[in-house]
């Protein structure tokens, strides 16, 4: 079963609230974080800046964003790079999720399009942007907080760069399972009632698509640790919450999404933010 198009149109505004949500205290945070750095740190910013710009031109160049959405996920990367700027920074996930996504995206485009489950080829919205890294955006000015107030990295910062990872872990997952799930699963299942049904379906899963998705949460979280002060408890705590988030959402479209009461990008955001929120609720508990 294909999307309603009426639908979409009908529940547009949640697509544009969660923009709202997100962007404005990122752009915000950013600002402040600005307004507050000394000289030494203006030079991070305006690296940031530049890597932000330069992501967002690529992102549009390739056709795999709107200008909006370029402009969006510019700013969400200068604010994931102003957590821990630098070589060893959150840019190395991002890099991951944005490969792994864009050809995943493009992967099979024609069976995609036979069965009008396929992207736009105008590439992704701003909103369906925020829905995607919104979460992640929203963590990382918690995290970034602690270098401008007194913050115990135990009680929120350590446990806040966790939910971060998870909900980019969850994002990529996401995708991952849902674009490649749809040409290498076959006939996929419904997961409230495991029965049959068409490709395109909300909140039907497959096994390749799940697959997929675990696969692509564990490279985000293998590169986390990598790059990051994060230990492999801590990496496989982010991967867990981003595998939860990928059935949670699977859940949503099964259920509210299916009824017509959230949309696909409403979806995206509130799994995102779950997986956020039990990475950070499992990282608290682990301490």
């Known amino acids: 079963m294909t999307h309603d198009p009426r639908r979409g149109v009908i529940l547009r505004w949640q697509s544009w609230l969660v923009l709202v949500l997100v962007l404005i205290p990122v752009s915000a945070a950013v600002l402040i974080q600005a307004l507050g750095f000394s000289w030494f740190g203006a030079r991070i910013l305006m690296t940031g800046a530049a890597i932000g710009a330069a992501f967002g031109l690529l992102v549009w160049g390739l056709r795999a964003a709107t200008p909006g959405a370029a402009f969006t996920g510019g700013m969400f990367t200068v604010a994931f790079y102003l957590v821990a700027p630098g070589w060893r920074s959150l840019l190395w996930p991002l890099l991951a999720l944005f490969v792994l996504t864009f050809a995943a995206t493009r992967y099979g ?75 290498l699963g076959g006939e996929p299942m419904l997961l409230t009632t495991l029965r049959r049904v068409p490709p395109g379906t909300d909140g039907a899963i497959s096994w390749a698509g799940t697959v997929a998705g675990c696969a692509g949460s564990g490279v985000i979280a293998l590169i986390a640790v990598l790059v990051l002060p994060l230990s492999w408890v801590e990496g496989a705590t982010a991967l867990a919450a981003g595998v939860f988030g990928l059935f949670f959402d699977s859940l949503l479209g099964a259920t509210l999404e299916r009824r017509g009461w959230l949309n696909n990008d409403a979806v995206n955001f509130l799994s995102t933010c779950a997986a956020g929120i039990c990475g950070a609720v499992m990282a608290v508990s682990l301490s």
């Open 109 to 183: 485009r024609a069976r995609k399009e036979a069965l009008q489950v396929a992207e736009e080829r105008r590439g992704r919205s701003a909103p369906q942007v925020a829905a995607n890294l919104g979460a992640a955006a929203l963590a990382s000015i918690a995290v970034s907080a602690g270098h401008f107030f007194v913050l115990s990295p135990g009680i929120l910062r350590r446990p806040m760069l966790i939910g971060l990872i998870a909900a980019l872990a969850e994002a990529t997952a996401d995708t991952l399972s849902s674009e490649l799930g749809e040409v």
